[in-house]
């Protein structure tokens, strides 16, 4: 079986990978780690299709030692003992180099298996993986390697390498394959920074392509339909999940309503919309909060509407609720409030209530006070009356500062008008 273009043009060395400039540049840590010619422990963490496996293979090939490749996914305790086994035979006489790709699929009892032997540098570890490793994988691994991160590579790093797919593909299969510079560029910027992805998209637009004597035309019609869902990335457990919803808060909050409708339509597209209409009832509450209280009841109207339509028609109600939350004034003082109320929890002990709020009962004999002598605020102007509502410990403690918006400010201005009649 004819081996995936991906694989074929795979590079042989560092200058000829695509992208990972801030770590494979001239200069640059991983590769002055490389051609030092010493290899520490390494852990590869990025998205998939973007080098991990590449320069893993480069590492191998150049540094003399016995290259052993597991896959966490389908790796077994079994396999890294076999492993192990072959530590201080004459195969492995220069050192061992595991490839553990996909290592957040290895349990716990599997990942510590390893760690006497990258300890001891029997075994050097270099591993990889789509997810956060400062979650997915075990600390002491962690400890005992050196992180690099991997990045999307942009759709301009990518042109070069698919103009050397289309020139692989046709010096293989002996015809001219037409493909215009819009062609290429599409196929660049459709890919989401997956090199693989372009490779296999490169080769599938030849493959659908139209034929002629000697010649094959990659179509706009049939990269279209190759192309139309090629540029998502997301996983919905994993961190682009939350790197996008954390991007579409962020953009609400700022104020920058295109930017939040770009983060929600790559939501929309990828049928997420539970998560995003959470996110928007959160937004509600801890971004325009007290500065437009009428957000939260208009926001939950939309979502509940989302919810009930479905998509596609769904994003019609989702749109018009990010626009407003994304223009309306902004407060966080609810937020900070609350929060700094419970920080306070955190260094009281059990506190008592002031016996004019508790519920009526018996005082008991002996009791310091006896009554309850709590004051009815209706029965006073304005219907306020001074009294303590804080336990003692904390009855002089400010949770709540009103914000600097007109909502606010106008009951800013009320409790400050109730306060001085009750001073006359």
Same mark, same amino acid.
């Given at each position: ?43 590869? #963490? !990025? ?69 006497? #032997? ?11 993986? *789509? ?43 002996? #015809? ?32 659908? !392509? ?8 990659? *179509? ?17 457990? !994993? ?182 009649? *009750?001073?006359?």
């Amino acid at each position: 079986m004819s081996a995936p273009l991906a694989d074929k043009i795979r590079p042989k060395t560092l200058s000829d990978v695509v992208g990972q400039e801030h770590i494979l540049s001239e200069g640059k840590p991983l590769r002055r780690i490389i051609e030092s010619g010493t290899v520490p422990n390494m852990i590869f #963490y !990025g998205p998939s299709g973007v080098g991990k496996t590449t320069v893993a293979r480069i590492i191998a090939e150049n540094c003399g030692m016995s290259l052993y490749k597991l896959n966490g996914t389908n790796a077994s305790l079994s396999d890294i003992k076999d492993v192990v086994a072959d530590i201080g035979t004459f195969g492995s006489e220069n050192g061992i180099l595991l490839y553990l790709d996909e290592i957040q699929y290895l349990n716990k009892k599997q990942q510590q298996s390893l760690l006497e #032997y990258i300890e001891n540098g029997d075994i050097t570890l270099i591993a990889s993986t *789509t997810e956060n490793p400062y979650f997915a994988v075990y600390n002491a691994v962690i400890s005992r390697s050196t992180v690099f991160e991997f990045k999307p590579v942009t759709a301009e790093q990518l042109i070069p390498a698919i103009k050397r797919a289309f020139r692989i593909i046709s010096e293989e299969n002996g #015809y001219e394959v037409n493909a215009s510079e819009d062609i290429i560029t599409k196929i660049a910027y459709s890919c989401g920074g997956d090199v693989r992805k372009a490779m296999n998209t490169a080769e599938l637009a030849v493959v659908c !392509g139209e034929a002629s004597v000697g010649k094959v035309t990659v *179509t706009d019609e049939s990269l279209e339909v190759l192309a139309q869902r090629s540029n998502m990335r997301y996983d919905r457990d !994993g961190d682009q999940h939350y790197d996008i919803l954390s991007a579409f808060h962020k953009s609400v909050r700022g104020s920058d309503e295109n930017a939040a409708l770009h983060y929600a339509a790559r939501l929309i597209a990828a049928g997420d919309i539970i998560s995003l209409c959470r996110r928007m009832l959160c937004i509600a509450s801890e971004d325009v909060g007290l500065a437009y209280p009428m957000a939260v009841p208009i926001v939950k109207a939309c979502v509940d509407s989302a919810l009930q339509l479905g998509l596609p028609e769904a994003k019609l109600p989702i749109a018009e609720a990010i626009i407003l939350m994304a223009t309306a004034p902004k407060s966080n003082s609810a937020c900070m409030a609350i929060d700094a109320a419970l920080d306070d929890l955190k260094s009281c002990d059990a506190l008592d209530f002031p016996r004019h709020l508790q519920n009526v009962h018996f005082d008991g004999k002996g009791a310091k006070v006896v009554g309850q002598h709590y004051l009815y605020p209706h029965n006073f102007p304005d219907h306020y009356v001074k009294q303590q509502y804080l336990p003692d410990a904390l009855k002089d403690h400010v949770y709540y500062n009103f914000g600097d918006n007109k909502q606010e400010q106008a009951a800013l201005q009320y409790r400050q008008k109730i306060l001085n009649n *009750t001073d006359k």
